[in-house]
């Protein structure tokens, strides 16, 4: 195939402004599916991704465009997902790409993850082209969105496709765009191989399926490859591209393709998105760049609510983890809650992703602890160590100083709010960075905020202070030092360890009031009074108290209808079985879910 | 001969009130003489099927027994005596609202045999009466109670409700004082449950949670009120000379309802009619609760076509073989619900193993936490521990 008729982009957006619903329509137009093939969104194949609307996992595509020049295109059109906890896995897709398609949604102009992800687009060298989606809106404003982009982007906007992808309405533009405005691939096919993995699967027959650009060189089926990061070796089984939904193999992948090989492969963690694929034989001289391991940021406890089935959630867990490099899991006990894990995630979203997916694939019902981002504890002995597991924090005593995980956060916010999303970043302890006003009546915040401030409930936060109007991206910034404690609770006057959160020293108090105020609720009332506590080290802080039960009696006589009474203790005992025992205190699970929303009210 | 005891269901009311989930409901006379029939049909059947018993209670309930007219009543009774033995001392019992009730009717009531009324009164205060959409007043009660006693019966129960809307320690006083005055033999207390399928739940279900959640209600009592009127019932009525023998029931004299003490001790009985419970060989069967397909079985069984049948009698509607965890665990739910509670050698000879061999820690537990005391070879509850008997009792029910 002639390296100059191949197009590999991706599309990029915001969340809502059309990515997955153009990609569809494009993959329609070049008819290489007829429409009662096509479901709607293509390309998010994850159940769960369709009802969410979000793409969790990169895809690929490769389809065959007839342009008005009368050639045949080859467009290998990359998925990206489009939240920030994945945004390692963006970057590696965009690499994969020569060239990317910005969405901007005709209504709502450019958000602040627009701009997040152009600039890693355009970081990557890749060539944008502009198009404004939802054109078909009442309240869509094309004329304002192109000043934007040519203002704030610094992207030639005039000429750029107005469209609708629901519709359909001008997607050959598109098309045309991609043609004549994105460049072709080069790269030398007989050169040593250069193949970028971008993502893999796993598949129960084949083995993991690694999605890969060849940069350099060709990639055959019975070659000996090495992954230059973590040199690992395989021989090559299968190459191939991505039909719409399904694999097609073929002999070789050259320099400017994108698809996929198989080698017998079985642990995704040997194939790790980032890395660079090279021959035994021949290797090339230097990996691709910007590969990096990822870590996980967010940290909590998974338990099986039934204790039973722990060997089933541990079977959950390592078939995840085939298809998941990022998701960490190791076994951890609790007091409280008995045999469970302890799991690392990319963000929050990842951590809700992983959770419904556990619940709803595996049948699984979960118990999940507070999340947690990893701490830095410094020891008087010199030491250090990152901390994962409030519970596991050292006696006070011990430990020298403490830090916590920052981040950079960009939010761009309509000047009605800005004071409402300054009160915000305050109170979640943010420093201020600056301000800058991108229109007359939009600005763009910086603040710096501690990571454990928003792994929360920050994004919803966000959106009621603004009504919806503001956006929020944020990156990485490293550890700052930090007055934090452990806030226990002592439910009955015994340490509930799951329950054990750490937090920032002047918000503790208010944090375990509110934590005493929320367990009472939801802990049923006992045959005894229940004291809840909540204490800094053995200071007790706030305190709430479950009135006993003083009356429960089962009265009715049924004419002798025991089965009926004894349905009626049974449904009792029941009950108290989707409780865990703490001491002689039945707690309901939710309980332990419930220091997630402290923030509802 | 085996002593057993018999339930015979009567599933008619002049009006459904308004908490009520028994099986009963209005019918016309056509069909309470087309039901007596089916019932006395199924009386000869059950009789058949269980030669050599002798019959040591009778107890009619409803429904509204008494609402039946007087030859239908005699007619179910005389069936009764036809098929079975009778002990000459058998207490024979039937429910009765105020107002179903005449002097001809009682005349007829004590000269078939029935010894024991049981008069459903629930409150003397007319607003209750009303709210509970009872058929009566006050005043017809203190006409149905003179009528009763002037009849000759000298073994009568007074049914009271406590717990319900509104209700307030002055106005469940009255109750009391007004029922004490009269010295019924025997007074059962019962808290007002808001039952699915109800009226009552409709209106109530939201208040009923919150007072389940120890919440402030609307109306209903709160959990904490309700306990003072628990509590106030209970110490009124053993001051007027009540002693409690069971969670909801007083007596005087030691005129308790040998019949339903007879639930909580296991004794053998069979139920007739739509609905009813029997145990009998630590079986427990229930009866359909269809009352049209109920007749049938009765009309094609005097037609001579026994139906045939997939549980071991045609009128039942679910039969289950009692194991010996399932005998142990009612043996203690049920035994217990009595103040004087349980035997240990009882518990030994029916099951041929210590009761702490089965039940050690739980017992041990309930002690500690003063739910439960020891005495003299029984183990029984303490006030306390019937307060809350509900979460008690259920922690006897075993593991699987």
């Given at each position: 195939?002639?390296?100059?008729?191949?197009?590999?982009?991706?599309?990029?957006?915001?969340?809502?402004?059309?990515?997955?619903?153009?990609?569809?329509?494009?993959?329609?137009?070049?008819?290489?599916?007829?429409?009662?093939?096509?479901?709607?969104?293509?390309?998010?194949?994850?159940?769960?991704?369709?009802?969410?609307?979000?793409?969790?996992?990169?895809?690929?595509?490769?389809?065959?465009?007839?342009?008005?020049?009368?050639?045949?295109?080859?467009?290998?059109?990359?998925?990206?997902?489009?939240?920030?906890?994945?945004?390692?896995?963006?970057?590696?897709?965009?690499?994969?790409?020569?060239?990317?398609?910005?969405?901007?949604?005709?209504?709502?102009?450019?958000?602040?993850?627009?701009?997040?992800?152009?600039?890693?687009?355009?970081?990557?060298?890749?060539?944008?082209?502009?198009?404004?989606?939802?054109?078909?809106?009442?309240?869509?404003?094309?004329?304002?969105?192109?000043?934007?982009?040519?203002?704030?982007?610094?992207?030639?906007?005039?000429?750029?496709?107005?469209?609708?992808?629901?519709?359909?309405?001008?997607?050959?533009?598109?098309?045309?765009?991609?043609?004549?405005?994105?460049?072709?691939?080069?790269?030398?096919?007989?050169?040593?191989?250069?193949?970028?993995?971008?993502?893999?699967?796993?598949?129960?027959?084949?083995?993991?399926?690694?999605?890969?650009?060849?940069?350099?060189?060709?990639?055959?089926?019975?070659?000996?490859?090495?992954?230059?990061?973590?040199?690992?070796?395989?021989?090559?089984?299968?190459?191939?591209?991505?039909?719409?939904?399904?694999?097609?193999?073929?002999?070789?992948?050259?320099?400017?393709?994108?698809?996929?090989?198989?080698?017998?492969?079985?642990?995704?963690?040997?194939?790790?998105?980032?890395?660079?694929?090279?021959?035994?034989?021949?290797?090339?001289?230097?990996?691709?760049?910007?590969?990096?391991?990822?870590?996980?940021?967010?940290?909590?406890?998974?338990?099986?609510?039934?204790?039973?089935?722990?060997?089933?959630?541990?079977?959950?867990?390592?078939?995840?983890?085939?298809?998941?490099?990022?998701?960490?899991?190791?076994?951890?006990?609790?007091?409280?809650?008995?045999?469970?894990?302890?799991?690392?995630?990319?963000?929050?979203?990842?951590?809700?992703?992983?959770?419904?997916?556990?619940?709803?694939?595996?049948?699984?019902?979960?118990?999940?602890?507070?999340?947690?981002?990893?701490?830095?504890?410094?020891?008087?002995?010199?030491?250090?160590?990152?901390?994962?597991?409030?519970?596991?924090?050292?006696?006070?005593?011990?430990?020298?100083?403490?830090?916590?995980?920052?981040?950079?956060?960009?939010?761009?916010?309509?000047?009605?709010?800005?004071?409402?999303?300054?009160?915000?970043?305050?109170?979640?302890?943010?420093?201020?960075?600056?301000?800058?006003?991108?229109?007359?009546?939009?600005?763009?915040?910086?603040?710096?905020?501690?990571?454990?401030?928003?792994?929360?409930?920050?994004?919803?936060?966000?959106?009621?202070?603004?009504?919806?109007?503001?956006?929020?991206?944020?990156?990485?910034?490293?550890?700052?030092?930090?007055?934090?404690?452990?806030?226990?609770?002592?439910?009955?006057?015994?340490?509930?360890?799951?329950?054990?959160?750490?937090?920032?020293?002047?918000?503790?108090?208010?944090?375990?009031?509110?934590?005493?105020?929320?367990?009472?609720?939801?802990?049923?009332?006992?045959?005894?009074?229940?004291?809840?506590?909540?204490?800094?080290?053995?200071?007790?802080?706030?305190?709430?108290?479950?009135?006993?039960?003083?009356?429960?009696?089962?009265?009715?006589?049924?004419?002798?209808?025991?089965?009926?009474?004894?349905?009626?203790?049974?449904?009792?005992?029941?009950?108290?079985k989707r409780m865990r025992q703490v001491g002689n205190v039945e707690i309901p699970q939710a309980a332990f879910m419930s220091v997630l929303k402290l923030d509802e009210d | 001969m085996n002593p057993i005891e018999l339930y015979i269901h009567i599933p008619f009311c002049v009006k459904k009130c308004l908490y009520c989930d028994f099986l009963s409901g209005v019918f016309d006379e056509k069909?309470?003489?087309?039901?007596?029939?089916?019932?006395?049909?199924?009386?000869?059947?059950?009789?058949?099927?269980?030669?050599?018993?002798?019959?040591?209670?009778?107890?009619?309930?409803?429904?509204?027994?008494?609402?039946?007219?007087?030859?239908?009543?005699?007619?179910?009774?005389?069936?009764?005596?036809?098929?079975?033995?009778?002990?000459?001392?058998?207490?024979?019992?039937?429910?009765?609202?105020?107002?179903?009730?005449?002097?001809?009717?009682?005349?007829?009531?004590?000269?078939?045999?029935?010894?024991?009324?049981?008069?459903?009164?629930?409150?003397?205060?007319?607003?209750?009466?009303?709210?509970?959409?009872?058929?009566?007043?006050?005043?017809?009660?203190?006409?149905?109670?003179?009528?009763?006693?002037?009849?000759?019966?000298?073994?009568?129960?007074?049914?009271?409700?406590?717990?319900?809307?509104?209700?307030?320690?002055?106005?469940?006083?009255?109750?009391?004082?007004?029922?004490?005055?009269?010295?019924?033999?025997?007074?059962?207390?019962?808290?007002?449950?808001?039952?699915?399928?109800?009226?009552?739940?409709?209106?109530?279900?939201?208040?009923?949670?919150?007072?389940?959640?120890?919440?402030?209600?609307?109306?209903?009592?709160?959990?904490?009120?309700?306990?003072?009127?628990?509590?106030?019932?209970?110490?009124?009525?053993?001051?007027?000379?009540?002693?409690?023998?069971?969670?909801?029931?007083?007596?005087?004299?030691?005129?308790?309802?040998?019949?339903?003490?007879?639930?909580?001790?296991?004794?053998?009985?069979?139920?007739?009619?739509?609905?009813?419970?029997?145990?009998?060989?630590?079986?427990?069967?229930?009866?359909?609760?269809?009352?049209?397909?109920?007749?049938?079985?009765?009309?094609?069984?005097?037609?001579?076509?026994?139906?045939?049948?997939?549980?071991?009698?045609?009128?039942?509607?679910?039969?289950?073989?009692?194991?010996?965890?399932?005998?142990?665990?009612?043996?203690?739910?049920?035994?217990?619900?009595?103040?004087?509670?349980?035997?240990?050698?009882?518990?030994?000879?029916?099951?041929?193993?210590?009761?702490?061999?089965?039940?050690?820690?739980?017992?041990?537990?309930?002690?500690?936490?003063?739910?439960?005391?020891?005495?003299?070879?029984?183990?029984?509850?303490?006030?306390?521990?019937?307060?809350?008997?509900?979460?008690?009792?259920?922690?006897?029910?075993?593991?699987?």
């Amino acid at each position: 195939m002639d390296q100059s008729k191949i197009r590999n982009f991706c599309i990029v957006a915001h969340i809502d402004h059309g990515k997955s619903t153009l990609a569809d329509r494009i993959i329609q137009m070049t008819g290489t599916l007829t429409d009662r093939e096509m479901q709607a969104q293509v390309l998010d194949n994850m159940d769960l991704e369709r009802e969410r609307g979000i793409t969790i996992k990169s895809q690929a595509v490769r389809i065959i465009y007839k342009a008005d020049d009368g050639q045949e295109y080859i467009f290998n059109l990359i998925d990206t997902p489009g939240h920030v906890d994945f945004n390692y896995e963006v970057s590696r897709s965009l690499a994969a790409c020569d060239g990317a398609i910005l969405v901007v949604d005709a209504a709502q102009g450019i958000e602040a993850q627009t701009l997040a992800n152009v600039y890693l687009a355009l970081d990557h060298d890749l060539d944008v082209i502009p198009v404004i989606n939802k054109i078909d809106l009442p309240s869509a404003d094309p004329e304002h969105v192109i000043e934007e982009i040519e203002d704030i982007i610094g992207l030639e906007a005039q000429d750029a496709p107005q469209i609708s992808a629901k519709t359909g309405l001008n997607i050959h533009d598109v098309l045309e765009a991609i043609v004549h405005q994105l460049p072709a691939p080069n790269g030398d096919v007989k050169a040593p191989l250069q193949a970028l993995i971008f993502d893999s699967l796993y598949d129960p027959y084949k083995g993991v399926i690694v999605f890969c650009r060849v940069k350099e060189g060709t990639l055959k089926v019975g070659d000996k490859v090495r992954m230059m990061a973590t040199n690992a070796e395989f021989d090559v089984v299968e190459v191939g591209y991505f039909g719409a939904g399904q694999f097609i193999p073929c002999d070789e992948l050259p320099a400017g393709m994108v698809g996929y090989m198989t080698a017998s492969i079985k642990n995704v963690r040997d194939t790790r998105v980032g890395d660079t694929i090279t021959h035994v034989n021949r290797p090339a001289a230097e990996p691709l760049p910007g590969y990096k391991k990822v870590n996980p940021m967010v940290y909590c406890g998974l338990y099986p609510a039934d204790g039973a089935k722990y060997p089933d959630l541990r079977d959950a867990l390592e078939k995840l983890q085939l298809n998941d490099a990022a998701l960490q899991f190791e076994p951890e006990t609790s007091i409280a809650l008995g045999f469970g894990f302890r799991c690392g995630f990319l963000g929050l979203l990842h951590l809700e992703i992983i959770q419904e997916r556990l619940e709803r694939e595996y049948n699984l019902d979960l118990v999940t602890t507070a999340p947690s981002v990893v701490y830095r504890v410094h020891k008087t002995d010199g030491t250090m160590i990152e901390l994962t597991n409030p519970s596991n924090l050292p006696d006070p005593s011990e430990i020298d100083y403490m830090e916590e995980p920052m981040v950079d956060a960009e939010i761009m916010v309509t000047s009605e709010f800005i004071g409402a999303i300054m009160d915000l970043c305050q109170e979640r302890r943010g420093q201020y960075i600056s301000m800058e006003y991108i229109e007359e009546t939009r600005a763009l915040i910086k603040y710096t905020l501690p990571l454990n401030e928003i792994i929360y409930d920050f994004f919803d936060a966000l959106k009621s202070r603004s009504r919806g109007y503001a956006s929020f991206d944020y990156e990485m910034k490293g550890y700052q030092k930090s007055e934090l404690v452990k806030l226990d609770i002592l439910i009955n006057k015994e340490e509930v360890d799951a329950l054990s959160f750490i937090v920032f020293s002047g918000t503790a108090y208010e944090r375990g009031r509110k934590m005493c105020e929320k367990l009472k609720d939801e802990i049923p009332r006992h045959l005894f009074e229940i004291p809840i506590q909540a204490a800094v080290g053995s200071k007790v802080i706030a305190r709430e108290t479950v009135k006993a039960m003083r009356k429960d009696v089962l009265a009715k006589c049924y004419g002798g209808d025991i089965s009926r009474k004894k349905k009626l203790l049974e449904k009792q005992k029941e009950g108290k079985k989707r409780m865990r025992q703490v001491g002689n205190v039945e707690i309901p699970q939710a309980a332990f879910m419930s220091v997630l929303k402290l923030d509802e009210d | 001969m085996n002593p057993i005891e018999l339930y015979i269901h009567i599933p008619f009311c002049v009006k459904k009130c308004l908490y009520c989930d028994f099986l009963s409901g209005v019918f016309d006379e056509k069909m309470q003489r087309r039901y007596t029939a089916a019932l006395c049909t199924e009386i000869k059947y059950v009789a058949a099927t269980h030669p050599n018993c002798i019959i040591s209670t009778i107890y009619v309930g409803g429904g509204t027994p008494s609402w039946l007219s007087e030859d239908l009543m005699d007619a179910i009774i005389t069936t009764v005596k036809e098929c079975f033995k009778i002990d000459p001392l058998a207490e024979i019992s039937v429910e009765c609202n105020p107002g179903t009730l005449s002097a001809e009717k009682l005349n007829v009531y004590r000269s078939i045999g029935i010894n024991r009324l049981s008069i459903g009164l629930q409150s003397a205060n007319d607003d209750e009466l009303k709210e509970l959409g009872r058929i009566h007043d006050y005043n017809r009660f203190l006409h149905t109670f003179d009528l009763v006693r002037k009849a000759g019966f000298d073994n009568v129960n007074v049914d009271i409700m406590t717990g319900l809307p509104h209700q307030n320690v002055a106005k469940l006083e009255k109750t009391l004082n007004a029922v004490t005055m009269l010295r019924p033999e025997h007074i059962s207390a019962y808290s007002l449950i808001i039952e699915k399928g109800t009226p009552f739940y409709e209106k109530y279900r939201f208040d009923a949670v919150k007072q389940q959640a120890g919440m402030e209600t609307e109306e209903l009592p709160t959990d904490e009120e309700a306990y003072r009127l628990y509590k106030f019932t209970m110490d009124y009525l053993e001051n007027k000379g009540y002693k409690r023998y069971e969670i909801s029931n007083y007596a005087r004299n030691g005129k308790i309802c040998r019949h339903n003490v007879g639930y909580w001790d296991r004794v053998p009985y069979l139920g007739v009619g739509l609905g009813s419970a029997s145990l009998f060989d630590n079986v427990r069967t229930t009866n359909l609760r269809d009352i049209y397909k109920y007749v049938e079985i009765s009309e094609a069984i005097e037609n001579g076509t026994i139906p045939s049948a997939e549980l071991s009698s045609p009128y039942f509607d679910s039969e289950e073989q009692l194991s010996k965890k399932d005998a142990m665990e009612e043996f203690m739910f049920l035994g217990l619900r009595k103040i004087d509670g349980v035997a240990r050698s009882d518990f030994f000879q029916m099951f041929g193993i210590d009761i702490e061999a089965i039940y050690g820690p739980i017992i041990t537990a309930l002690r500690n936490q003063g739910f439960m005391e020891a005495k003299e070879g029984r183990l029984y509850l303490t006030d306390i521990g019937i307060d809350v008997s509900n979460q008690v009792l259920s922690k006897f029910l075993l593991d699987k």
